[in-house]
Nanobody
Framework: QVQLVESGGGLVQPGGSLRLSCAASGFTFSNYYMSWYRQAPGKERELVAGITSGGSTNYADSVKGRFTISRDAAKNTVYLQMNSMKPEDTAVYYC????????????WGQGTQVTVSS
């Protein structure tokens, strides 16, 4: 059974940092591109970062230079380091396995709430 369990969300002030984690199980982690998505209230879910099994990364323009995606094959975990955070980063964050950027494979995890507010 494929499972993706996100954690690390919370409340942070503008300009602050958070590190999200996604623990993966039930599939061969090294075979998949891994991605982070987010969904803000009233908006569609958007792709923000992705990483190949070899460590090559891609980012949405809205987070480029502020967010860093990484993965640990030994722990079957993907991370999202978020720095210089803005109120518009407020959303539920989800990780997903994928074939490549923008081509995700089910399922979704439960997500983790990130709120950027003073």
């Amino acid at each position: 059974q494929v499972q993706l369990v996100e954690s690390g969300g919370g409340l942070v002030q503008p300009g602050g940092s958070l590190r999200l984690s996604c623990a993966a199980s039930g599939f061969t982690f090294s075979n998949y591109y891994m991605s982070w998505y987010r969904q803000a209230p009233g908006k569609e879910r958007e792709l923000v970062a992705g990483i190949t099994s070899g460590g090559s990364t891609n980012y949405a323009d809205s987070v480029k230079g502020r967010f860093t995606i990484s993965r640990d094959a030994a722990k079957n975990t993907v991370y999202l380091q978020m720095n210089s955070m803005k109120p518009e980063d407020t959303a539920v964050y989800y990780c997903s396995r994928a074939i490549m950027w923008g081509r995700r494979v089910a399922p979704w995890g439960q997500g983790t709430q990130v709120t950027v507010s003073s």
